[in-house]
């Protein structure tokens, strides 16, 4: 069984399940905002996207920038087969976890 | 009528591209200005927009550091303990004004280069010719450890706080001779030139 994901790793790779063609930095950072309902640093989403794709669970290309981005590149990223299985195996373990648990949680369960 | 352009901090910037490997640099900076641009500026105001982006941009630090060596990150860890108390020395001393304050504010204004110039070199990787004036501070951080070590080893008073700083300048010193010759980068990614 592939390592579990952790939740902001979970945020990010939904994040790109759920922007689709627009995954790109900022949108992902702004949709990790959304999904965590806080506020999250753009150093924390580009160090998890790297050691994602590092881990092979997210692919990248490169596109032209628009002129707000003085030009700059825009990298865009898509969830790998490997990504959709961390992600699978991570929610089916987490249900297992929770599947006997009522909240709140009783005193000696 | 003459429209002002509004752009992110330009040192802010700069700084994002010496900390950011050659991989990430073009994109993370890109989206950053697109962000600051489009939503940070016109909702919250040239004031807002910059600190959101000047915090953004030391949010990279603790993540996309190069320094590599656990002696460097040591190193760091003390050169920022070492600039805090000396800048907080300085300020004392210029505040207070007691008999030789020029001398003392002015030998803590100068450790405090030392501890800021090792923490750009090691965290940004700047050019080596640099680094040769750190063996100059290195020296000069022992000398003035040593020489505040034995003082309060052999005075009439027993200062805590001055024998911690003294080992501290003598551990920096040490670490700073050690690590000088050790790159403080990591292996870069290959660099993408080419789009698609």
Not at chain 1, 4 to 24: M, N, P, W
Not at chain 2, 89 to 98: I, K, P, Q, V
């Amino acid at each position: 069984m592939a390592e579990l994901l952790g939740t902001f790793e979970q945020s990010v790779l939904l994040s790109i399940f759920g922007l689709r063609d627009e995954a790109y930095g900022r949108a992902i950072l702004n949709h990790v905002q959304e999904l965590l309902q806080r506020n999250v640093s753009a150093g924390a989403v580009y160090a998890t996207l790297e050691r994602l794709e590092a881990r092979g669970l997210v692919l990248s290309r490169l596109a032209e920038g628009s002129p707000a981005r003085g030009g700059r590149a825009r990298r865009y990223y898509t969830v790998a087969g490997e990504g959709e299985r961390a992600l699978s195996e991570t929610q089916k373990a987490l249900t297992a976890i929770w599947k006997d648990v009522q909240l709140p949680i009783q005193e000696g369960l | 009528m003459k429209m002002s352009v509004h752009a992110p901090p330009r040192w802010a910037e700069r700084f994002l591209e010496r900390l950011l490997p050659a991989r990430a640099r073009q994109v993370v900076v890109g989206d950053l200005r697109e962000e600051y641009l489009e939503s940070m500026l016109p909702r919250r105001g040239r004031l807002r927009a910059d600190l959101w982006f000047i915090r953004q941009v030391a949010s990279f630090v603790p993540q996309f550091s190069r320094e590599v060596s656990p002696m460097g990150k040591i190193l760091l860890w003390f050169s920022w303990f070492t600039l805090v108390c000396t800048c907080w020395l300085a300020l004392m001393e210029m505040l207070l004004r007691h008999p030789g304050f020029e001398l003392r504010a002015l030998l803590a204004i100068g450790v405090a280069a030392i501890c800021m110039a090792t923490i750009v070199v090691r965290m940004l990787h700047v050019a080596m010719r640099t680094e040769r004036w750190l063996w100059l501070g290195a020296a000069l951080l022992i000398g003035v450890g040593g020489e505040a070590f034995l003082h309060s080893a052999t005075a009439d008073h027993f200062e805590g706080f001055a024998v911690v700083i003294s080992v501290v300048l003598l551990v920096q010193g040490i670490l700073m001779l050690i690590t000088l010759g050790q790159p403080a980068k990591g292996s870069p990614r290959p660099l993408e030139t080419t789009l698609g």
